[in-house]
DNA sequence: TTAGGTGCAAATTCTTTGCACCCTG
DNA sequence: CAGGGTGCAAAGAATTTGCACCTAA
């Protein structure tokens, strides 16, 4: 699944702004990786933010997505979910969204809801530090693990 | 940090109450386990989960609070949060509450609001599956990392 | 009694690190 | 051309699994 072409061009503008504002060098490596997630709307983990890279840049490695997963992460432009199978996935931050967390198997999905965007921030928050987003989290069990009813998790999660 | 003993007390009759609905055996072992977590305002990770249990039963073995954990997750008694360090951490579902997390260190806090408890769930939601807890979950800058300024993670999540 | 649960230790899986070479600014 | 960034391979951490013994129901 793939956003229209004007937002991917959007994501390399705020990349390149990004990287100049933080004084580090915009390499391909992170052009890439920040567009493989930006251009994915499912939620992936590292080793499939790599098998996507890796079909522009052939000779990229596992470990510099990591590094520039977590680099960008820290600034700000994605964000991480909890972790698929113990693998942590991650989204780019591109508008204001929610998610479905089905807790049995671990399906996330996105969720548009302006209600949500809306939400005031308890002072208390601000007490913590500065608030950059606020998301809602609904947790559940999703229809697909509702069907198999009896199948209890046995051993660790299966996650999605 | 301990909750009061009333609770305590409350959380054997709830877990009783759970192995018995899903037939499963009330071990010392699922008893302690959810009791250090219930017992816990912090948000601890498998080990240090582990670490506790070990206290009251020195035999217990680190795969079994492990799949403990898990279990305890799918009966709902317990809630997973996003990684630290790598490894997930847990709390128990006693009452509602929501989070403040720093994205840059991990850092994370409840956050008691009842604005928040009262949200609304949106019908897509209900699309997705069943829907069990609403969350949510405010990102930002904890003071603390926000006063040690350019000092931008590096090699990955040095979290809390 | 007896099937489900546990402990142990080894195996996997995910992520990080040290180091030498490369390339952006 | 200088220092940050990358690839590689090996290390490290977190979590899972197979199996034989144990114990709650």
Redesign the pocket.
Same mark, same amino acid.
């Given at each position: 699944m793939t956003h229209p072409a004007a937002e991917i061009t959007g994501s390399l503008e705020v990349i390149k702004a990004a990287? /100049?504002k933080a004084g580090?060098?915009?390499?391909?490596? /992170?052009l890439e990786v920040f567009r493989e997630v930006a251009d994915s709307t499912d939620h992936p983990?590292?080793?499939t933010v790599y098998l996507g890279v890796q079909k522009r &840049?052939p000779?990229? =490695? &596992?470990?510099?997505?990591? /590094?520039?997963l977590? &680099?960008l992460e820290d600034l700000g432009l994605i964000t991480t979910l909890g @972790?698929h199978?113990?693998?942590?996935r991650f989204e780019a931050n591109l508008k204001p969204h929610h998610h479905y967390v089905c807790t049995r198997c671990g399906m996330t999905r996105d969720l548009y809801h302006e209600d949500f965007d809306r939400i005031s921030v308890p002072a208390e928050a601000h007490s913590f530090g500065t608030v950059q987003t606020t998301q809602v989290e609904i947790r559940g069990v999703c229809t697909h693990c509702t069907e198999t009813t009896s199948e209890r998790r =046995?051993?660790? @999660?299966v996650r999605e």
């Amino acid at each position: 699944m793939t956003h229209p072409a004007a937002e991917i061009t959007g994501s390399l503008e705020v990349i390149k702004a990004a990287c /100049r504002k933080a004084g580090i060098k915009l390499t391909a490596q /992170r052009l890439e990786v920040f567009r493989e997630v930006a251009d994915s709307t499912d939620h992936p983990n590292a080793e499939t933010v790599y098998l996507g890279v890796q079909k522009r &840049l052939p000779t990229v =490695s &596992l470990d510099t997505v990591y /590094r520039t997963l977590w &680099l960008l992460e820290d600034l700000g432009l994605i964000t991480t979910l909890g @972790p698929h199978r113990g693998s942590t996935r991650f989204e780019a931050n591109l508008k204001p969204h929610h998610h479905y967390v089905c807790t049995r198997c671990g399906m996330t999905r996105d969720l548009y809801h302006e209600d949500f965007d809306r939400i005031s921030v308890p002072a208390e928050a601000h007490s913590f530090g500065t608030v950059q987003t606020t998301q809602v989290e609904i947790r559940g069990v999703c229809t697909h693990c509702t069907e198999t009813t009896s199948e209890r998790r =046995s051993k660790g @999660p299966v996650r999605e």
